[in-house]
């Protein structure tokens, strides 16, 4: 497995967000790879170390926050929800999660947690 600094893994069941996310960050240099489901992430995290990964929490197929025990501690986490649960902030924070950011998002806040 290879770490390569500016490439960034986003995990969201949302298309629309998902490509804008890649779109935006490739625009700002970074190599994106995305992931729609728990599992595309998982194969993604098994071949490939990240600098960053952003992880919806509600995905088809398992909660996003489970994830994160498997991406390198090296790896910026960020979690991206809709709901501003404390239960998910915590586990989020012992999961080792850098930053928990509410949709809708910013992408300023975004770069400068990546960075």
Not at 21 to 37: F, N, R, S, W
Not at 78 to 101: D, M, V, W, Y
Request: glycine share 6%.
């Amino acid at each position: 497995m290879t770490f390569l600094d500016k490439r960034v893994l986003i995990v969201d069941d949302d298309k629309n967000l998902l490509n804008l996310l890649t779109l935006i960050l490739q625009k700002k240099g970074y190599i994106v790879d995305g992931a729609e489901t728990g599992k595309e992430a998982l194969e993604r995290i098994r071949q490939q170390s990240y600098q960053a990964a952003l992880i919806d929490i509600v995905l088809p197929d398992v909660n996003g926050l489970d994830l994160l025990e498997y991406i390198s501690p090296q790896t910026k986490k960020i979690i991206l929800t809709g709901s501003n649960s404390e239960e998910n902030r915590k586990k989020a924070s012992t999961e080792g999660a850098s930053a928990f950011l509410i949709k809708p998002l910013r992408i300023e806040k975004i770069l400068e947690i990546i960075n």
